[in-house]
Protein backbone atom coordinates (compact mmCIF):
# COMPACT_ATOMS: atom_id res chain seq x y z
CA UNK A 1 0.00 0.00 0.00
CA UNK A 2 1.29 2.91 -1.10
CA UNK A 3 1.32 6.96 0.40
CA UNK A 4 1.21 9.80 -1.67
CA UNK A 5 1.22 13.62 -0.10
CA UNK A 6 -1.68 16.02 -1.22
CA UNK A 7 -0.95 19.50 -1.85
CA UNK A 8 -4.31 21.49 -1.04
CA UNK A 9 -4.95 25.02 -2.54
CA UNK A 10 -7.51 26.80 -1.09
CA UNK A 11 -9.32 25.62 2.55
CA UNK A 12 -13.06 27.61 1.94
CA UNK A 13 -15.76 25.61 1.11
CA UNK A 14 -14.90 23.30 -1.69
CA UNK A 15 -11.28 23.11 -0.07
CA UNK A 16 -12.65 21.88 3.17
CA UNK A 17 -14.38 19.43 0.88
CA UNK A 18 -11.77 17.95 -0.63
CA UNK A 19 -9.60 17.82 2.87
CA UNK A 20 -12.56 15.48 4.35
CA UNK A 21 -12.72 13.35 1.07
CA UNK A 22 -8.56 12.89 1.21
CA UNK A 23 -8.78 12.10 4.94
CA UNK A 24 -12.35 9.79 4.43
CA UNK A 25 -11.34 8.31 0.88
CA UNK A 26 -8.83 5.68 2.50
CA UNK A 27 -10.97 3.92 4.76
CA UNK A 28 -14.40 4.08 2.42
CA UNK A 29 -12.79 2.77 -0.28
CA UNK A 30 -9.56 0.72 0.67
CA UNK A 31 -7.75 2.54 -1.89
CA UNK A 32 -4.62 1.26 -2.91
CA UNK A 33 -2.84 4.65 -2.74
CA UNK A 34 -3.29 6.54 0.19
CA UNK A 35 -3.23 10.01 0.56
CA UNK A 36 -1.87 11.76 3.39
CA UNK A 37 -3.05 15.94 3.87
CA UNK A 38 0.67 17.49 3.45
CA UNK A 39 0.62 20.99 2.66
CA UNK A 40 -1.87 23.85 2.49
CA UNK A 41 -2.04 27.49 1.17
CA UNK A 42 -4.75 30.42 1.04
CA UNK A 43 -5.14 34.02 0.29
CA UNK A 44 -3.10 34.37 3.60
CA UNK A 45 -0.90 32.56 6.14
CA UNK A 46 -2.77 33.07 8.80
CA UNK A 47 -5.80 31.45 6.65
CA UNK A 48 -3.56 29.06 6.06
CA UNK A 49 -3.03 27.85 9.45
CA UNK A 50 -6.31 28.44 10.23
CA UNK A 51 -6.97 25.36 8.03
CA UNK A 52 -4.17 23.32 8.84
CA UNK A 53 -5.25 23.39 12.42
CA UNK A 54 -8.69 22.56 11.65
CA UNK A 55 -8.44 19.45 8.66
CA UNK A 56 -4.88 18.39 9.55
CA UNK A 57 -2.15 18.84 7.27
CA UNK A 58 1.15 18.94 8.08
CA UNK A 59 2.06 21.99 7.51
CA UNK A 60 0.63 25.59 5.91
CA UNK A 61 2.63 27.17 3.01
CA UNK A 62 2.90 30.64 2.84
CA UNK A 63 1.85 30.53 -1.08
CA UNK A 64 0.32 28.54 -3.34
CA UNK A 65 4.25 28.14 -5.00
CA UNK A 66 5.56 26.38 -1.68
CA UNK A 67 2.63 24.11 -2.24
CA UNK A 68 3.56 22.89 -5.64
CA UNK A 69 7.69 22.59 -4.69
CA UNK A 70 6.96 20.92 -1.55
CA UNK A 71 8.89 17.79 -2.12
CA UNK A 72 6.17 16.23 0.37
CA UNK A 73 3.47 16.97 -1.82
CA UNK A 74 3.28 14.45 -4.80
CA UNK A 75 -0.18 15.82 -6.10
CA UNK A 76 -2.37 19.19 -6.29
CA UNK A 77 -5.91 19.94 -5.78
CA UNK A 78 -6.92 23.35 -6.51
CA UNK A 79 -10.04 25.05 -4.57
CA UNK A 80 -8.92 28.79 -5.47
CA UNK A 81 -11.05 30.90 -7.35
CA UNK A 82 -10.96 30.52 -10.79
CA UNK A 83 -8.87 33.10 -11.69
CA UNK A 84 -6.19 31.34 -10.60
CA UNK A 85 -6.50 27.83 -11.38
CA UNK A 86 -4.47 28.03 -15.22
CA UNK A 87 -1.22 29.06 -13.12
CA UNK A 88 -1.28 26.69 -10.59
CA UNK A 89 -1.99 23.80 -12.74
CA UNK A 90 0.43 24.94 -15.47
CA UNK A 91 3.22 25.19 -12.87
CA UNK A 92 2.09 21.41 -11.18
CA UNK A 93 2.10 20.43 -14.76
CA UNK A 94 6.23 21.72 -15.01
CA UNK A 95 6.71 20.01 -11.77
CA UNK A 96 5.39 16.50 -13.18
CA UNK A 97 2.85 16.46 -10.22
CA UNK A 98 -0.98 15.24 -10.97
CA UNK A 99 -3.46 17.55 -10.59
CA UNK A 100 -7.51 17.95 -9.58
CA UNK A 101 -8.65 21.19 -10.29
CA UNK A 102 -12.25 22.15 -9.48
CA UNK A 103 -14.45 23.36 -12.42
CA UNK A 104 -15.00 25.34 -13.91
CA UNK A 105 -11.07 24.31 -15.66
CA UNK A 106 -10.42 28.12 -15.82
CA UNK A 107 -11.61 31.70 -15.82
CA UNK A 108 -12.08 31.11 -19.91
CA UNK A 109 -12.13 29.11 -22.77
CA UNK A 110 -8.54 30.35 -23.31
CA UNK A 111 -7.29 29.31 -20.09
CA UNK A 112 -9.20 26.25 -20.06
CA UNK A 113 -6.72 25.05 -23.93
CA UNK A 114 -4.01 26.72 -22.39
CA UNK A 115 -4.69 24.28 -19.17
CA UNK A 116 -5.44 20.43 -21.42
CA UNK A 117 -1.97 22.07 -23.80
CA UNK A 118 -0.09 21.92 -20.59
CA UNK A 119 -1.55 18.09 -18.73
CA UNK A 120 -1.14 16.88 -21.99
CA UNK A 121 2.42 17.58 -22.26
CA UNK A 122 3.23 16.56 -19.26
CA UNK A 123 1.64 13.12 -19.50
CA UNK A 124 0.65 13.48 -15.76
CA UNK A 125 -3.14 12.75 -14.36
CA UNK A 126 -5.44 15.26 -13.97
CA UNK A 127 -9.41 15.57 -13.61
CA UNK A 128 -11.85 18.30 -12.79
CA UNK A 129 -14.12 18.55 -10.23
CA UNK A 130 -17.57 17.51 -11.38
CA UNK A 131 -18.89 15.79 -8.38
CA UNK A 132 -22.90 15.90 -9.18
CA UNK A 133 -22.43 13.13 -11.94
CA UNK A 134 -21.14 11.05 -9.54
CA UNK A 135 -24.11 9.98 -7.17
CA UNK A 136 -25.09 6.89 -7.20
CA UNK A 137 -28.56 7.63 -8.76
CA UNK A 138 -26.55 9.32 -11.53
CA UNK A 139 -24.36 6.86 -11.90
CA UNK A 140 -27.67 4.17 -12.43
CA UNK A 141 -29.23 6.62 -14.78
CA UNK A 142 -26.48 6.45 -17.32
CA UNK A 143 -26.18 2.59 -17.03
CA UNK A 144 -29.99 2.67 -17.85
CA UNK A 145 -29.53 4.93 -20.70
CA UNK A 146 -26.71 2.56 -22.31
CA UNK A 147 -28.62 -0.57 -21.59
CA UNK A 148 -31.34 1.36 -24.01
CA UNK A 149 -33.99 0.88 -21.06
CA UNK A 150 -35.82 3.57 -22.10
CA UNK A 151 -35.61 3.24 -26.13
CA UNK A 152 -34.31 5.86 -28.35
CA UNK A 153 -33.86 8.94 -26.03
CA UNK A 154 -35.77 11.46 -28.20
CA UNK A 155 -35.33 14.66 -25.49
CA UNK A 156 -33.38 15.80 -22.93
CA UNK A 157 -34.05 18.98 -20.23
CA UNK A 158 -31.73 19.87 -17.48
CA UNK A 159 -31.50 22.66 -14.94
CA UNK A 160 -28.99 24.00 -12.17
CA UNK A 161 -31.14 26.40 -10.04
CA UNK A 162 -30.64 28.17 -7.15
CA UNK A 163 -31.53 31.05 -4.90
CA UNK A 164 -28.95 32.36 -3.11
CA UNK A 165 -29.31 35.85 -4.98
CA UNK A 166 -33.04 35.62 -5.35
CA UNK A 167 -33.09 38.78 -3.33
CA UNK A 168 -32.93 41.23 -4.95
CA UNK A 169 -32.13 43.56 -1.61
CA UNK A 170 -28.97 41.71 -1.07
CA UNK A 171 -25.40 43.95 -2.00
CA UNK A 172 -23.82 43.02 -4.54
CA UNK A 173 -20.17 40.74 -3.71
CA UNK A 174 -17.69 38.95 -5.46
CA UNK A 175 -19.98 37.03 -6.96
CA UNK A 176 -21.59 39.74 -8.65
CA UNK A 177 -18.52 40.78 -10.65
CA UNK A 178 -16.55 39.12 -13.79
CA UNK A 179 -17.84 36.79 -15.79
CA UNK A 180 -16.13 33.78 -14.48
CA UNK A 181 -18.14 34.23 -11.23
CA UNK A 182 -21.92 34.42 -12.99
CA UNK A 183 -24.54 32.05 -13.24
CA UNK A 184 -22.88 30.68 -16.70
CA UNK A 185 -19.44 30.44 -15.30
CA UNK A 186 -20.55 28.75 -11.99
CA UNK A 187 -23.92 26.46 -11.99
CA UNK A 188 -24.12 26.16 -15.90
CA UNK A 189 -20.36 24.02 -16.01
CA UNK A 190 -22.07 21.21 -13.89
CA UNK A 191 -25.56 20.82 -15.96
CA UNK A 192 -23.42 21.29 -19.26
CA UNK A 193 -20.76 18.34 -18.24
CA UNK A 194 -24.08 16.42 -17.03
CA UNK A 195 -25.44 16.51 -20.57
CA UNK A 196 -22.95 15.71 -21.90
CA UNK A 197 -22.35 12.80 -19.81
CA UNK A 198 -26.11 11.42 -20.31
CA UNK A 199 -26.70 12.52 -24.28
CA UNK A 200 -22.87 13.06 -26.08
CA UNK A 201 -21.32 15.53 -27.30
CA UNK A 202 -23.16 18.75 -28.35
CA UNK A 203 -23.34 19.67 -31.94
CA UNK A 204 -24.50 23.37 -31.59
CA UNK A 205 -26.70 25.84 -29.62
CA UNK A 206 -28.69 29.02 -28.85
CA UNK A 207 -28.60 30.85 -25.81
CA UNK A 208 -30.61 34.02 -24.18
CA UNK A 209 -28.26 35.13 -21.05
CA UNK A 210 -29.82 37.67 -18.54
CA UNK A 211 -28.88 40.00 -15.87
CA UNK A 212 -32.32 40.62 -14.13
CA UNK A 213 -31.16 42.59 -10.89
CA UNK A 214 -28.59 44.88 -12.56
CA UNK A 215 -27.95 46.98 -9.40
CA UNK A 216 -27.38 45.66 -5.85
CA UNK A 217 -27.26 47.98 -2.56
CA UNK A 218 -25.96 50.66 -5.13
CA UNK A 219 -23.22 48.70 -7.00
CA UNK A 220 -23.48 47.94 -10.82
CA UNK A 221 -23.85 43.87 -11.23
CA UNK A 222 -21.90 42.64 -14.21
CA UNK A 223 -22.59 39.48 -15.10
CA UNK A 224 -25.36 37.27 -15.37
CA UNK A 225 -28.56 35.97 -13.31
CA UNK A 226 -29.51 33.47 -15.25
CA UNK A 227 -29.68 31.90 -18.74
CA UNK A 228 -31.47 29.61 -21.08
CA UNK A 229 -29.76 27.29 -23.72
CA UNK A 230 -31.46 25.64 -26.99
CA UNK A 231 -29.04 22.88 -27.77
CA UNK A 232 -28.55 20.11 -30.41
CA UNK A 233 -26.72 16.78 -29.62
CA UNK A 234 -24.82 15.24 -31.61
CA UNK A 235 -27.42 12.27 -31.85
CA UNK A 236 -29.72 14.66 -33.11
CA UNK A 237 -31.81 14.86 -29.97
CA UNK A 238 -32.85 18.08 -28.98
CA UNK A 239 -32.60 19.52 -25.40
CA UNK A 240 -32.99 22.57 -23.24
CA UNK A 241 -30.78 23.66 -20.36
CA UNK A 242 -31.67 26.44 -18.23
CA UNK A 243 -29.86 27.91 -15.03
CA UNK A 244 -30.58 30.44 -12.14
CA UNK A 245 -28.72 31.96 -9.32
CA UNK A 246 -31.97 33.76 -8.56
CA UNK A 247 -34.84 30.82 -8.65
CA UNK A 248 -36.69 31.48 -5.72
CA UNK A 249 -37.30 28.36 -3.79
CA UNK A 250 -34.33 26.02 -5.50
CA UNK A 251 -31.92 25.52 -3.12
CA UNK A 252 -29.70 22.71 -5.21
CA UNK A 253 -32.44 22.22 -8.21
CA UNK A 254 -29.62 20.17 -10.53
CA UNK A 255 -32.66 18.31 -12.37
CA UNK A 256 -33.01 16.35 -15.45
CA UNK A 257 -35.70 14.66 -17.49
CA UNK A 258 -35.56 12.39 -20.10
CA UNK A 259 -37.46 11.06 -22.81
CA UNK A 260 -37.25 7.67 -25.13
CA UNK A 261 -39.61 5.62 -27.09
CA UNK A 262 -39.96 3.06 -24.19
CA UNK A 263 -39.91 5.46 -21.49
CA UNK A 264 -38.69 8.02 -19.57
CA UNK A 265 -36.18 9.42 -16.81
CA UNK A 266 -36.60 12.00 -14.08
CA UNK A 267 -33.54 12.98 -11.27
CA UNK A 268 -33.28 16.09 -8.97
CA UNK A 269 -30.26 16.55 -6.81
CA UNK A 270 -33.08 18.29 -4.19
CA UNK A 271 -34.14 14.05 -3.51
CA UNK A 272 -30.41 13.02 -4.49
CA UNK A 273 -31.17 9.30 -3.31
CA UNK A 274 -33.76 8.47 -5.89
CA UNK A 275 -34.42 8.06 -9.52
CA UNK A 276 -37.59 8.50 -11.30
CA UNK A 277 -38.59 5.41 -14.12
CA UNK A 278 -41.20 5.61 -16.20
CA UNK A 279 -41.63 2.63 -18.43
CA UNK A 280 -44.20 2.21 -21.62
CA UNK A 281 -45.26 -1.23 -20.69
CA UNK A 282 -48.57 -3.18 -19.77
CA UNK A 283 -51.82 -1.95 -18.79
CA UNK A 284 -52.44 1.84 -19.95
CA UNK A 285 -54.19 1.86 -16.16
CA UNK A 286 -51.08 0.69 -14.25
CA UNK A 287 -48.42 3.02 -15.99
CA UNK A 288 -46.65 5.53 -13.75
CA UNK A 289 -43.63 6.46 -12.55
CA UNK A 290 -41.50 4.18 -10.33
CA UNK A 291 -39.76 6.07 -7.36
CA UNK A 292 -36.66 3.89 -6.95
CA UNK A 293 -34.32 4.31 -3.70
CA UNK A 294 -30.36 3.70 -4.40
CA UNK A 295 -29.06 1.52 -2.16
CA UNK A 296 -26.31 -1.55 -2.25
CA UNK A 297 -27.04 -2.53 -5.75
CA UNK A 298 -25.91 1.08 -7.30
CA UNK A 299 -22.48 2.35 -8.09
CA UNK A 300 -20.28 3.37 -5.46
CA UNK A 301 -23.12 3.10 -2.75
CA UNK A 302 -22.59 0.38 -1.01
CA UNK A 303 -18.96 1.27 0.85
CA UNK A 304 -20.80 4.13 2.20
CA UNK A 305 -23.94 1.97 3.87
CA UNK A 306 -25.49 -1.39 3.57
CA UNK A 307 -28.72 -0.17 3.74
CA UNK A 308 -31.44 0.71 0.72
CA UNK A 309 -32.52 4.16 1.10
CA UNK A 310 -30.00 5.35 3.68
CA UNK A 311 -28.73 7.26 1.23
CA UNK A 312 -25.75 9.33 0.38
CA UNK A 313 -24.93 12.98 0.33
CA UNK A 314 -23.09 15.83 -0.89
CA UNK A 315 -19.34 15.20 1.02
CA UNK A 316 -19.95 11.50 -0.29
CA UNK A 317 -19.66 13.09 -4.25
CA UNK A 318 -16.53 14.62 -3.25
CA UNK A 319 -15.16 11.09 -1.64
CA UNK A 320 -15.93 9.57 -4.85
CA UNK A 321 -13.76 12.19 -6.59
CA UNK A 322 -10.76 11.59 -4.76
CA UNK A 323 -11.09 7.32 -5.39
CA UNK A 324 -10.90 8.33 -8.63
CA UNK A 325 -8.30 10.78 -9.05
CA UNK A 326 -6.12 8.76 -6.42
CA UNK A 327 -7.18 5.49 -9.27
CA UNK A 328 -5.74 7.55 -12.29
CA UNK A 329 -2.40 8.76 -10.23
CA UNK A 330 -2.02 5.25 -9.10
CA UNK A 331 -2.86 2.98 -12.53
CA UNK A 332 -1.61 5.76 -14.71
CA UNK A 333 -4.78 5.51 -16.88
CA UNK A 334 -6.82 8.52 -17.15
CA UNK A 335 -10.20 8.88 -15.42
CA UNK A 336 -13.18 10.99 -16.43
CA UNK A 337 -13.53 13.72 -16.47
CA UNK A 338 -9.88 15.02 -17.20
CA UNK A 339 -9.14 18.43 -18.02
CA UNK A 340 -10.27 17.51 -21.97
CA UNK A 341 -13.87 17.17 -20.54
CA UNK A 342 -13.48 20.51 -19.03
CA UNK A 343 -12.55 21.84 -21.76
CA UNK A 344 -15.51 20.78 -23.71
CA UNK A 345 -17.67 21.91 -21.17
CA UNK A 346 -15.62 25.74 -21.31
CA UNK A 347 -16.15 25.57 -25.30
CA UNK A 348 -19.52 25.34 -24.58
CA UNK A 349 -20.05 27.86 -22.26
CA UNK A 350 -17.94 30.23 -24.63
CA UNK A 351 -20.45 29.28 -27.78
CA UNK A 352 -23.65 30.13 -25.79
CA UNK A 353 -22.32 33.74 -24.78
CA UNK A 354 -21.77 34.37 -28.60
CA UNK A 355 -25.32 32.81 -29.18
CA UNK A 356 -26.82 35.07 -26.77
CA UNK A 357 -24.64 38.46 -28.28
CA UNK A 358 -25.69 37.63 -31.60
CA UNK A 359 -28.73 35.85 -31.46
CA UNK A 360 -27.81 32.67 -33.80
CA UNK A 361 -27.15 29.21 -33.07
CA UNK A 362 -23.56 28.83 -32.87
CA UNK A 363 -21.75 25.14 -33.48
CA UNK A 364 -19.24 23.89 -30.99
CA UNK A 365 -15.83 23.73 -32.54
CA UNK A 366 -14.50 20.54 -32.55
CA UNK A 367 -11.52 19.97 -29.92
Given at each position: ?312 GYQDQIIIEARDFLKAIDTGEPVWPTFRDGLKVSRIIDAAFVASDTGTWQPIPLD
Amino acid sequence: MGEIGIGLIGGGYMGKAHAVAMAAVGAVFDTPLRPKLAVIAASSMESAERYRMAYGFDRAAESWRDVVSDPSVGAIVIASPQETHRQIAETAFAAGKPVFCEKPLGASVEDARAMVAAAEASGVPNMIGFNYVRTPATQFVRRLLSDGVIGDVTWFRGEHTEDFLADPALSATWRTTGRANGTMGDLAPHMVNCALALMGPIAEVSAQIDTVHAIRGGDKVDNDDQAQMMVRFESGVMGHLFFSRIATGRKMGYAYEIQGTKGAIRFDQEDQNAVHLYRAEGPEATRGFTKILTGPEHPDYLPFCQGPGHGTGYQDQIIIEARDFLKAIDTGEPVWPTFRDGLKVSRIIDAAFVASDTGTWQPIPLD
